[in-house]
Nanobody
Framework: QLQLVESGGGLVQPGGSLRLSCVVS????????VGWFRQAPGKEREGVSC????????HYADSVKGRFTISADNANDTVYLLLNSLRPEDTAIYYC??????????????????????RGRGTQVTVSS
């Protein structure tokens, strides 16, 4: 069973930046995409971004395109999400997840609507002045 552990969340002012990290262990990521989804109180789960762990092909939700950047450090089994130009509506718990599908566009849809195979416990991101 894959284990995913997120870190890097916090409180930031509008316009600020954060970098989230997701360390993956206890398994191999062959044929997987890894990504991030977020859940805010009273809102539906939203897929944010996915990356094919080997090709590094990426896909983003329209709401974060141009502001967030996903990347993978294969040597250290870590996936990052850089959040720039943060807005109050980005406030949510951000979860790292792995989907046994190499297509990051399909991964993104599955992170929003299911099913996917593994997820972490999440890290809180709060954007407020």
């Amino acid at each position: 069973q894959l284990q995913l552990v997120e870190s890097g969340g916090g409180l930031v002012q509008p316009g600020g930046s954060l970098r989230l990290s997701c360390v993956v262990s206890r398994g191999t990521l062959d044929y997987y995409s890894v990504g991030w989804f977020r859940q805010a109180p009273g809102k539906e789960r939203e897929g944010v971004s996915c990356i094919n762990y080997h090709s590094h092909e990426k896909h983003y939700a329209d709401s974060v395109k141009g502001r967030f950047t996903i990347s993978a450090d294969n040597a250290n089994d870590t996936v990052y999400l850089l959040l720039n130009s943060l807005r109050p509506e980005d406030t949510a718990i951000y979860y790292c997840a792995a989907d046994r599908n190499p297509n990051p566009a399909i991964c993104l849809a599955r992170l929003a609507n299911g099913p996917f195979q593994f997820r972490g416990r999440g890290t809180q991101v709060t954007v407020s002045s």
